[in-house]
T-cell receptor
C-alpha cells in the first residue's frame, strides 16, 4: 500500500468549466475526508464519508461542489462552473475509525487547481 | 471555529528548541499535529486525547491542557529536516473531522 493517492496532481481549467478529482484512500480505511487549502492557510474542511455515506458537508461549500464515494472505496470531488476563487489545493485524507477510537488521518499529495 | 497558533513563524539554528502553541475557544476532545513541507502533503506527527493518551512521533513531544483548551508541541534539538509549516487540527468530540489552525512556519538554519 502506497498511501492516499490523488489524481490529477495539477489541473488548469478555464472559468466556467467543470472539473473532477479522484482520491484513492488507504485500502482498509473506512473514513475519507476532503479538504481545501489556499496558500499560507491551514486545510479547510469540505466534506467526509464513512464508508459510502456522506456524513457531513461544510456550510461553506456551495451547490457547485459535489462529492461521491459510491462503493466505499475511492471518492470523487466535482466542481461545476468553476470560478477563480476555486483555485486551491484540494486534499484528500483517510483514516480507520473503529467505534469511538480516535485515529490519525493520512493525507494525499493533493490536486492543485488553477482556474484561469 | 479555527484554532489559533503561535508563533506564526520562527527561525532557529540547528540544535535549538522550539515550542508551538495551539489554542481553541471551544472544549477539545483531541488535538492532532501535522507538519507540511512546501508542495507536499501534511504528515501526521501526533495525537493527544482528552484524558492524557498520546501517540505519535518518538522525537517530538506535546502537551494538552484540557482546561485551558490548549496544546503545545515541543521540538527539541531541532534538525534541518524539522523545517516546514506545523498545523494543529482540533476535534470537539471523538472521531469528528478536524478543524485546522493557521499554521506555524518553522525554519531551521545550519
Amino acid at each position: 500500500d502506497t498511501g492516499v493517492s490523488q489524481d490529477p496532481r495539477h489541473k488548469i481549467t478555464k472559468r466556467g468549466q467543470n472539473v473532477t478529482f479522484r482520491c484513492d484512500p488507504i485500502s482498509e480505511h473506512n473514513r475519507l475526508y476532503w479538504y481545501r487549502q489556499t496558500l499560507g492557510q491551514g486545510p479547510e474542511f469540505l466534506t467526509y464519508f464513512q464508508n459510502e455515506a456522506q456524513l457531513e458537508k461544510s456550510r461553506l461549500l456551495s451547490d457547485r461542489f459535489s462529492a461521491e464515494r459510491p462503493k466505499g472505496s475511492f471518492s470523487t470531488l466535482e466542481i461545476q462552473r468553476t470560478e477563480q476563487g476555486d483555485s486551491a489545493m484540494y486534499l484528500c485524507a483517510s483514516s480507520l475509525v473503529l467505534s469511538a477510537l480516535t485515529t490519525e488521518a493520512f493525507f494525499g499529495q493533493g490536486t492543485r487547481l488553477t482556474v484561469v | 471555529q479555527q484554532p489559533v497558533q503561535s508563533p506564526q513563524a520562527v527561525i532557529l539554528r540547528e540544535g535549538e528548541d522550539a515550542v508551538i502553541n495551539c489554542s481553541s475557544s471551544k472544549a477539545l476532545y483531541s488535538v492532532h499535529w501535522y507538519r507540511q513541507k512546501h508542495g507536499e502533503a501534511p504528515v501526521f506527527l501526533m495525537i493527544l486525547l482528552k484524558g492524557g493518551e498520546q501517540k505519535g512521533h518518538e522525537k517530538i513531544s506535546a502537551s494538552f491542557n484540557e482546561k485551558k483548551q490548549q496544546s503545545s508541541l515541543y521540538l527539541t534539538a531541532s534538525q534541518l529536516s524539522y523545517s516546514g509549516t506545523y498545523f494543529c487540527g482540533t476535534a470537539n468530540f471523538g472521531n469528528e473531522k478536524l478543524t485546522f489552525g493557521t499554521g506555524t512556519r518553522l525554519t531551521i538554519i545550519p
